[in-house]
């Protein structure tokens, strides 16, 4: 799944950072302006070290996506390395490298961004490229070129979907919580059928469509001149003309469900996995942060509840993990656990369903919320380690939020929250339905989750 998920830092905050001194924080300090033909620019100075990242945020993903459509967004990740009017097929990664620099791309639900780090002084260089592609790259796009990328994408849902274990799982569970129209009921990278299916017509209509100047923000983050800098975007990104006006969705269907529905899928696995999915608030709606931190108490390392009972008292799981991904129309708050050798998945159900019981009836400690906010606020912190995660950050919060420099205010969710709010919103976010998803061994049909349907 390409949810919006937060590795844990190889950090411990506890007791470093006071919970109520968001002042402590690093402003993101920033200029934005908008060029005529609705390019958004944002500029963060950094002069710690001789490097600058650019970040171009497309807003598109898979999310605007048509049904019989998938894939597209994602596609396009592929294709936009293939070379544009006045960039050879292969050179873009060569002048990269060659210049000291790297560059890589990535797709979710909501957008598709493409990114570079570089020494300061292949700045030019840079935004020269990001601009030839993204204004020129329709006269070079050709059959040859889209069927071959078209084939990379496909070999990488074989590899990461349909041929890895428990790989099928994420899409089931899509496709159960959401109904069919909703946006969020497929994969980023869409299905096999559709893939094949696109034509070269299509996927120009996509890139013309989403891939235009005012359907875009350009992040600018780390040691370079100002004015000089300005020059080069109004220079290299001046020119390209503007796209259509969009209409962008901003509601979605209720999810279906109305009751626990259980599913089996076989696959390829030694262990049965057990997965529990919910419909949760959207990015940065009331309760997102707080289903994050209940996450954190759950699931969220080797002190969080679920771990502690199945993987080290009992001793009847291999692992568990979990997520509260809130995007920009949804969210989903996931568990998911796997049994070790000689257990079955109703054990490790029976546990996960006493604990959240638990949390429910008796609520969290203070201790708990502590060592969980700490825990964020170490993820906040690494990701604002480099030039690159600034830009990353300084995009995202100005897409979600409509103001770059969010940092404090994303802070400020988890550090105010209190015991209290967890009980209340687990009761909420537990008495809804949920999906409950068993992946077994091919023929072990046995160890569904009782309730469950193949």
Known sequence: MSFRTLALAGVCLAHALPLAATQDLPQLAYEKFTLPNGLQVILH????VPLVAVNVWYHVGSADELPGRTGFAHLFEHVMFMGSENVPVGQFDVWMESAGGSSNGSTTEDRTNY??????NALPLTLWLEADRMGWLLPTL???????QREVVKNERLENFDNR??????ETILAALFPSD????WTVIGSMDDLSAASLDDVKAFFRKWYAPNNATLVIAGDFERDETKAWVEKYFGAIPRGPAIERRASVPAPRIQRDTFLLLEDRVQLPRVYYAWGSPKAFAPGDAEFDLIRQILVGGKDSRLYKRLVYDLQIAADVSGFQSGQRLDGIFQLQFTAKPGHEPTELAAVVD???ARLVAGGVTDRELEAARNGYMARLLDRMSSVNGKSEELAYYDYFLGE??????????????KPADLQ???RVLFARPKVVLTVVPEGDTSLLVPGGRR
């Open 45 to 48: 100075e950094d002069r710690s």
């Open 115 to 120: 990114y570079e780090d570089v020494p300061s």
């Open 142 to 148: 050709d059959q040859e070129k889209l069927d071959l």
């Open 165 to 170: 274990p428990y790989g099928r799982a994420t």
């Open 182 to 185: 909703h946006p969020y009921s």
């Open 354 to 356: 006493e604990e959240i």
């Open 404 to 417: 770059p420099n969010s940092l404090r205010a994303d802070a400020d969710r988890y550090l105010r929250v």
């Open 424 to 426: 209340n919103l687990a």
